[in-house]
């Protein structure tokens, strides 16, 4: 159901992008889906780019808080 999920919201781009992440750095890739999968239960995003997900990913790695706009 996850990846299902994250197939639907994310570009292909994007998509192919988390599952490298997962092979590198698994706990910030679970962390990932994780988060995304909240936004878009909770209607705060319905599509992620390829380069929204660098943007995501850069401040989760720096362990800022962000939020995304639609």
Do not use: C, H, N, W
């Not at 679970?30 to 995501?56: P, S």
Request: no cysteine; net charge positive; aromatic share 8%.
């Amino acid at each position: 159901m996850k990846e299902e999920i994250l197939k639907k919201i994310l570009s292909k781009e994007a998509f192919e992008r988390l599952k490298r992440v997962s092979i590198v750095k698994p706990e910030l890739a679970e962390q990932l889906e994780i988060y995304l999968i909240q936004l878009y239960q909770a209607g705060k995003i319905k599509f992620v780019t390829d380069e929204q997900m660098k943007m995501i990913l850069e401040t989760l790695s720096s362990g800022k808080r962000f939020r995304i706009i639609k």
